[in-house]
Structures are given as C-alpha cells and as structure tokens.
C-alpha cells in the first residue's frame, strides 16, 4: 500500500536525534507528507530540529507548542485544544504526520495528540512508525545488552516516581532504565549511595545531539532533561 494515505494520522519515531537513525519508511514519509507537526516543548529541549531539517521543508512544518502539565485532565484539554490545525488539514484531505523522539509508543506527545484527534474526529486512522527509542541507542553505544536470557527490564519515568517505586522496580528487575532521569539525578545518587549499591550506572546525555556524552557514573550529572540512567543489578547478585 502507498503511503502517504489521506485521512491517516501518521506517528514517526525520529529515533534519538542522529537523522542516520531514523527508518527508511519515516525518512519517506517525512518527504512526502503534506504537514508535519512538530512538537516544540516550553523546556526547549526538542530533538527534532535537525533530523526535521534534512528531510521536511519548512512550508510544510506547523509547530505544537507543547506545554507540559503534570495533571492528565489538564494534559487532554491542552491537546483538544491544540490538535486544530491536524483536524483541519485531515478534513481538507491532506496528508498528515506528528514527529516524536524515540518512538512514539514511549512517553511521547503524539499520544495526546492522536487521542485528542481521534476524541474530535473519530474517523481518523491513527498509523504508527516506531523510531529507535533513546534507552537503546544509550545502550548500544556501550555496545553492551540492556538484557539476556530471562533478564527482566523495569523502564520508569524517573522525575515522575517516588524513590519507594524505584525500589521496588529495581527489587524486581535485572536492568532498571530512568527516563525523564535529570530532575531526579539526586534522588537517583541516593538510591545507589544506599539500598542500590553494587548496581552498575550507565549515564545518557542528549544522544545525537550536540553535547551528547555517555559515562559509567553520574559524576557530573545534572538537571538535563534530554537524560538517562541505566541501572544494572550486578551479575552475581540474585533476586
Ligand atoms: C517524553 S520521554 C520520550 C521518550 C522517547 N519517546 C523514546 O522513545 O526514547 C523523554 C525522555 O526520553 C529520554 N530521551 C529522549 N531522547 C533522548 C536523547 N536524545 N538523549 C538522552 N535521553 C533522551 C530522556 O530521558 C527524556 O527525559
């Protein structure tokens, strides 16, 4: 089937900022679509400018500024009231896409968008392109598996929990990744100063984009939004 379709909400996983890492079908359909939405967050802390830049001409773009309130009734009025230009680019036949990070189907805005379309227009066909999420682009820097074997994964959004709910991800799981990690980078020291020690550290920062650095400590670490932490139980160590 070609692509793109009319009447289709296209989601594109950029993947973590490097425009290598992006997929032929979202390179293709970032060429060819009619309008790309681009979320721009009020941090500032946006991916997608230079993988948008090589493959979306301007005239194409409309930007979302995307406001980020914790509170879910507040996030899905935001979202209904933003998506305007989305619905009236579908109802005029136009094809049309939302970029994300990572992959869309991990924390990203287009799942607010999509719902809100979906809530307004419900015969919107919503189609996904997953995109390389950031936690495995963080691991395959280090060239070493997030998991093997019976191996069990706990993925948290770090700023967004208590401590008492990474502790028990991390009682219950081999390789713990923290996303959303900056806000929380003290909190996160404190749990491997105490009940974690022993677990290995694998520090993210802006991956494929500029400033990216990768460290196996969270020495230096601090209040960086676009950052991760991967925590690893050590191997001898058991449930
Ligand atoms: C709203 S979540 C989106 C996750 C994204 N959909 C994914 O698949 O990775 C944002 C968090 O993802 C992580 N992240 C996304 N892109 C990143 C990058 N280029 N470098 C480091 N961390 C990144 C950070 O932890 C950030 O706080």
Same mark, same amino acid.
């Given at each position: ?84 230009? %989305?619905?009236? +680019?579908?109802? &005029? ?5 939302? !970029?994300? *990070? @990572?992959?869309?189907?991990?924390? =990203? ?68 990744? %923290?996303?959303? +990690?900056?806000? &929380? ?5 404190? !749990?491997? *100063? @105490?009940?974690?020690?022993?677990? =290995? ?39």
């Amino acid at each position: 089937m070609s692509e793109p379709r009319s009447g289709v909400l296209y989601g594109v996983g950029l993947g973590p900022g490097d425009p290598d890492l992006l997929t032929l079908r979202a390179a293709g359909l970032l060429r060819s679509l009619e309008v790309v939405a681009v979320p721009r967050s009020e941090r500032g802390t946006d991916i997608s400018g230079a993988v948008v830049a090589t493959f979306v001409d301007e005239a194409r773009v409309v930007t979302l500024t995307t406001p980020m309130p914790v509170d879910a009734t507040a996030v899905g009025r935001g979202w209904r009231g933003r998506v305007a230009p %989305l619905i009236a +680019a579908l109802d &005029a036949g136009r094809t049309v896409g939302m !970029v994300t *990070d @990572g992959d869309p189907s991990l924390f =990203s805005t287009f799942a607010h968008a999509a719902s809100a379309v979906r809530e307004l227009r419900p015969q919107t066909e919503v189609v996904i392109i997953p995109g390389v999420p950031s936690f495995c682009a963080a691991a395959a820097v280090e060239a070493r598996p997030l998991l093997v074997g019976a191996d069990r994964l706990a993925l948290l959004p770090a700023s967004r929990v208590d401590n008492d709910v990474m502790l028990a991800a991390m009682a219950n799981a081999d390789t713990v990744v %923290l996303l959303k +990690a900056g806000a &929380a980078i003290d909190r996160i020291r404190s !749990v491997l *100063d @105490g009940p974690a020690r022993g677990w =290995s550290v694998r520090y993210a920062r802006r991956i494929g984009l500029p400033g990216e650095e990768h460290r196996d400590s969270l020495d230096g670490a601090g209040d960086d939004y676009m950052s991760l932490v991967i925590l690893r139980r050590p191997r001898e160590a058991t449930r």
